[in-house]
């Protein structure tokens, strides 16, 4: 099952560029080795014009079928003090935050609804899912369902490389 939004309001969506999922999952790596056992860290996004969702996931050793997986889900706009940078670097100290809790009790239960906390007097909603990745697109694979239909729908009012630059400014991407 692919990532969903929190507010489903949104048409179009998009994933966080590869190099800054790339960054996020060296960083819990990074952070987490030891009491992860060396399990890699799995990360997905979902971007829209007005929410970010980021997931962390792993699957603890010696575990095949089940995966914890800490999912933030947060609003931003397009003022400079809740930004896209801003918005993911807190979803990431949420999620930090949020993974070490687990780890220190692991038998306690994480809510599966969206449930809403404060961390640097911002709102943000997290839940937990056991849902496996690599399971869920082998089995998806199996049966030829194609649940990666793409993220960006490209609306054609996007022509020239400017206008790109000027989308990417507005989602806090430019030249961060």
Do not use: C
Not at 9 to 37: C, D, R, Y
């Amino acid at each position: 099952m692919p990532l969903e939004s929190r507010t489903n309001k949104a048409s179009k969506s998009t994933k966080l560029p590869a190099e800054f999922s790339n960054q996020i999952i060296e960083v819990f790596n990074e952070h987490f080795k030891k009491q992860l056992q060396g399990q890699p860290v799995l990360v997905d996004s979902l971007l829209t014009g007005n929410e970010v969702v980021v997931r962390v996931g792993y699957n603890p050793k010696g575990m095949k079928l089940r995966q914890h997986n800490f999912e933030v889900s947060l609003d931003y706009d397009q003022k400079p003090a809740t930004n896209l940078v801003s918005s993911v670097h807190l979803a990431i100290d949420a999620l930090a935050n949020i993974l070490q809790e687990h780890i220190e009790k692991p038998d306690q239960d994480f809510s599966p609804t969206w449930t809403a906390m404060t961390l640097e007097k911002r709102e943000f909603f997290y839940r937990y899912t056991a849902e496996n990745s690599d399971l869920e697109k082998q089995a998806n694979d199996l049966l030829g369902i194609d649940d990666q239909e793409p993220l960006v729908k490209i609306d054609d009012t996007v022509e020239t490389e400017e206008q790109l630059q000027e989308a990417l400014s507005k989602l806090g991407l430019d030249g961060e």
